[in-house]
């Protein structure tokens, strides 16, 4: 596995170019990428732009929660940014699900994403890219919704083997595996292709866990709540080798200098990286 910026997850707006200087000034091997950047300048000269780092992963270019209508017609743009995506050698895309729904019962919603991420992994696996998905963990989240849905690493892997197709699994962070009871044993079980991207943060000290807030975040390692180093750890032992970012959802970052706020990320990774 190798270390990746996010650079909008650490409060950090600048133009792509720039946002690759900082990461190779502070020593991180890949970078997120938007798949519509990508399209509008074409894949190779983003390569350039890259200039040998890493296209980590790419968020799904569409809204799958949208309405039939809506749907289909977003689909019509989907597979040419794939396309892009796979010329440049970005073999990752990921996505999260939320853990309630209003008006869909737990069956309903079950099938509804079953349908709806069958084509698009179907999609992706044209061009070899595998897609994770996201699983929402605190309580406090689903706190106040109708019906609760998909919320735990286990749940989300049901979820996948429903769909089908192989390059669907999951993006796995450090935060959700926290707060929905996750284990270090549940991590061993994983196969390196089940795990398709990763996020790591901390998580406040002196919240019950049922009490976490989502988007109240530290910095991975700033509290020690989170035992980042034996999920890190766990995660290299079974062979993952995808990237790793940082999503601290921390408003300190945000007031930062960009420099400073990549450097703090880099001093981050190097307190819990398990090498």
Known sequence: MYRALSA?????????????KLAKQFGFAGI????????????????EVLDGLRPACFGLPLDY??????????????AELA?????????????WVPSWHDEMDFDENFQFHRRRMQWIANTLAEYNISLGLE??????????????????????????REVGPPNLGVLLDSWHW???????????KLKPQQVVDVHINDAPAGIPVDEQQDHIR?????????????FLGTLKSIGYKGPVMAEPFCKDMKELPPEEAV???AAAFDAVWPD
Not at 8 to 20: F, M, R
Not at 65 to 78: H, K, N, S, W
Not at 218 to 230: E, F, N, S, W, Y
């Open 218 to 230: 530290a910095m991975p390692g700033a509290t020690g709540v989170i035992d980042l180093k034996g």
């Open 135 to 160: 699983f929402i963990g605190p309580k406090t989240s689903r706190d106040g919704h109708k019906y609760e849905f998909v919320h735990t690493m286990p749940e989300m892997l049901r979820l996948c």
């Open 263 to 265: 450097a703090a990320t």
């Open 178 to 188: 926290y707060t929905s009871g996750g284990t270090i044993e549940e991590l061993r």
């Open 83 to 95: 396309e892009g995506m796979a010329a440049l050698g970005c073999t990752r895309c990921s996505t």
């Open 8 to 20: 909008g997850a650490v409060g950090v707006s600048l133009p792509v170019e720039e946002c690759v």
């Open 65 to 78: 929660r949208a309405d039939t209508a809506q749907f289909t017609e977003d689909v019509l743009e989907f």
């Open 32 to 47: 997120y990428l938007d798949a519509r950047w990508v399209a509008g300048i074409g894949p190779g000269p983003a390569a």
